[in-house]
């Protein structure tokens, strides 16, 4: 019974693949993530298919996409080493998150139904001492991850890390990497866990990406790397001749298939909720580039300027050398450069994609990187095989290709500050994806280079991703819509009847004033008066206008233009309503101003 279910789960998104009067899905276990107990319940890892055969959940594709690069790198591992039998994944991920005070949490509308402040005027202090990154934890928040910790060690999630982030109130936590399956499992898993644990020390766990406006959001980054049955880690410089080739091979190979589809890694981590943290000042930009660092990038500019496989060397000790270039393994397995501003970055011995949403499942964007992975082996095997046919010798035949290689996928590397807006317009130059719009994005899903990649590594057919693209449409719209109910209630339950009453307050002051006379002043007052009428008036309009485009927007049939409708007719609301409340909430008194204030969100710990 355990090993296959058959739940019915008509209401879980499914894209048009299940109508309700065929309902059936079933639920497989996957034995390669530990089951579990979590209090009485004991949990199964499982994998979750209509009855027609296509994937419902991540788990499917992922595991489709884990064994496409097990086989495919295992093939080009036998270049280099004939005793590899298989290639694993490892994933490392880093969660942030941010913690608020229950009590304010619970009267804070926005925060309770849509994650993040709709609405809140900027703190006097924020983030700009940047004194809280290496600061003590607060007391409170380290009963919280102790007891976190404690509970996830129970289930064999192996946490390691835990330290403040940049903004005020906001955290991480990293456990030991893991084979990719597990850890993503373990990864859901412990948002869970966070929750329920939060809720003990009477906190909630904000995962949206971007809960305040003005301080830093909350990623996910997700460390990738290969390693062989045999122990060998992929992405890291070795000590022979042999392994630095091996090295720059996989190296090359990663670079070049995350420029082929870097629109559709964006497409992967892209969601109505990531997009405001995507492109703003603090994370990476709304374009996927690679960061190598100085060495590494020498190192293939050496490769691609070269004009034999000479360039790369092999002397008495088999000690890797390229001309020019001494000690190139030392240098190598020193180079720990940082560059935050990189979406997806070279970090020595893995790749660190850290564009991930921190609500998101890292199934997703593991998903896209592994097939994309898989496929640039598989055709970088057949074109090294076909030269080698051609009696070419084998080290030659793999210099060949990665020179070729280097030189095309030249455009996704950049080493330079990936938040300037030179590199926004450099990007556009050099034909990489620079669209920010989210539903948009989703579109690359559906490019035929994507649907054949997909196709070719027997990860999801075209009706599996024409479904989850269609959810990802539908999710936004939803998503911007319950936002927009929010604010709207907000605004004309909350706000403008509150500003009204103040408003009251100080004409009723006016009055009394003029009333005594004896040169007492009111203008201050009057103007005062003014400016609350100006802002509850936009207010009022505004929010009625963006009632008025959603109820346009909600007729719409088709869920692309749907949700193309929500994001250029009825989002463009939001941060306009914003300013107003916002400013009135510098005007009305405080003890009536209805809630909390981001300095109460942010530095009550
Ligand atoms: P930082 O914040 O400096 O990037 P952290 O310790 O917070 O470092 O997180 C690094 C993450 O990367 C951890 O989860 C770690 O286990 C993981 N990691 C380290 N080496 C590898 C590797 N070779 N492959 C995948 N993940 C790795
Ligand atoms: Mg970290």
Redesign the pocket.
């Known amino acids: 019974m355990l090993v296959q279910q058959e739940p019915d789960a008509s209401s879980f998104p499914n894209g048009g693949i299940r109508n309700t009067f065929e309902a059936r899905g079933y639920s497989a276990w996957d034995p390669t993530s530990p089951a579990f107990i979590v209090g009485g319940t004991l949990c199964i890892p499982t994998v979750f298919i209509a009855y027609t055969g296509e994937a419902l959940d991540y788990k499917v594709p992922l595991l489709r996409s884990i064994s496409a690069v097990n086989k495919a790198a295992t093939e080009v591992c036998r270049y280099f080493d004939k005793e590899v039998n298989r290639v694993i994944q ?5 969660q942030e998150y941010f913690l608020v005070d229950e009590s304010l949490w619970a009267v804070r509308p926005d925060l309770m139904l849509t994650g993040r402040t709709l609405m809140g005027h900027e703190s006097a202090k924020n983030q700009q001492l940047e004194d809280h990154y290496f600061g003590a934890i607060p007391t409170r928040v380290i009963a919280f991850m102790a007891d976190l910790e404690y509970e996830c060690l129970k289930l064999g999630i192996p946490v ?2 835990r ?1 403040n982030e940049v903004a005020p109130n906001q955290f ?1 936590l ?4 893991e084979e990719c399956n597990l850890a993503n499992d373990h990864n859901q898993l412990l948002m869970t866990i966070m929750d329920k644990i939060a809720r003990r020390h009477n906190f909630r766990v904000l995962l949206h990406e971007k809960p305040f406006k003005g301080i830093n959001g909350s990623g996910k ?1 997700n ?3 290969l ?1 062989t049955d045999t122990g060998v ?1 992929l ?2 410089p070795g000590k022979t001749a042999s392994e630095n080739l091996q090295f720059i091979t996989f190296l090359v190979n990663v670079i070049s298939a995350g420029h082929k589809h870097n629109g559709l890694l964006k497409a992967a981590i892209m969601s109505a909720t990531n997009s405001h943290r995507l492109g703003a000042n603090e994370a990476p930009p709304a374009i996927i580039s690679t960061f190598l660092g100085t060495q590494v990038s020498a190192v293939l500019d050496k490769l691609e300027a070269s004009r034999s496989d000479s360039a790369i060397r092999f002397n008495a000790k088999n000690v890797f050398k390229m001309s020019g270039i001494s000690h190139i393994p030392a240098l190598l397995r020193d180079n720990t450069d ?1 560059n935050r501003t990189s979406a997806f970055a070279f ?1 020595g ?2 790749f ?1 994609l850290r564009a991930v949403g921190s609500s998101d499942n890292c199934a997703e964007a593991m998903i896209v990187l592994n097939t994309a992975v898989a496929d640039e082996f598989t055709a970088f095997r057949e074109r090294v095989d076909a030269r080698i046919e051609a009696g070419v010798r084998k080290e030659k035949a793999i210099y060949e290709e990665l020179k070729s290689m280097i030189r095309s996928s030249r455009a996704i590397r950049f080493d330079g500050n990936g938040y300037s807006e030179e590199w926004r317009a450099e990007a556009a130059r050099r034909g990489l994806d620079c669209e920010t719009c989210a539903p948009r994005v989703f579109d690359r899903y559906l490019d035929p280079s994507s649907v054949e990649m997909f196709a070719r590594m027997g990860v999801l057919s075209k009706v599996e991703l024409e479904a989850r693209t269609e959810v990802k449409w539908e999710t936004y719209t939803k998503k911007i819509q319950i936002e927009g109910r929010v604010l709207g209630d907000l605004t004309m339950n909350h706000i403008v009847p509150i500003a009204s009453r103040y408003e009251a307050l100080l004409l009723d002051k006016v009055y009394k004033i003029s009333q005594i006379g004896q040169g007492l002043d009111a203008s201050a007052d009057v103007e005062l008066i003014k400016r609350i009428q100006q802002h509850t008036a936009l207010i009022q309009q505004l929010t009625h206008d963006m009632i008025e485009a959603r109820k346009v927007a909600n007729k719409i049939e088709d869920q692309r233009e749907k949700a193309l409708a929500y994001h250029d007719t009825v989002a463009v609301y939001f941060d306009q309503i914003r300013k107003h409340v916002d400013r009135l909430e510098e005007i009305v008194d405080d003890q009536m101003w209805p809630l909390p204030k981001y300095r109460e969100l942010l530095f009550l710990r």
């Open positions: 490892y994933l490392g991920w880093e390691k890390t330290h991480e990293a456990p030991v990497y980054h460390n990738w790397s390693g880690n992405l890291s940082r970090t011995n893995r660190e």
